[in-house]
């Protein structure tokens, strides 16, 4: 993947989002007595400011993200997808990311 060759970041920032969404899920499902509620609040935090950082995004940068990171398609998949250039999807991408994690950490 262009982004994990690269060095960035943003992969193990998406990917850990995504394992959170998933441990969250099975943790409210499953929730034992000696479960700290801090945890769950820290994950509710969590993703509350994904949520909020997500809706900072473009349609077409809430789009584009959707299809890279969760739909597993490449930068030439979505191009194809869309109508437009490799580089221009994946520029958009890139900047989407910048973005989601500066506003993620406010």
């Known amino acids: 993947s262009y982004y994990i060759t ?25 929730l034992l007595d000696d479960e700290v509620p801090e945890d769950l609040q820290e994950q509710n935090e969590r ?12 349609p077409s940068q809430q789009r584009r993200i959707y299809k890279r990171y969760f739909l ?13 250039t490799i580089s221009a999807v994946c520029n958009s991408i890139h900047r989407s990311l910048k973005k989601l994690k500066k506003n993620y950490d406010l």
């Open 6 to 30: 690269s060095g960035s970041i943003a992969p193990t920032f998406l990917c850990g989002i995504a394992l959170d969404y998933a441990l969250t899920a099975e943790n409210e499902r499953d």
């Open 47 to 58: 993703r509350r400011k994904l949520q909020k950082a997500f809706r900072t995004l473009t």
């Open 72 to 84: 597993c398609m490449s930068c030439a998949e979505i191009a194809r997808s869309e109508g437009y």
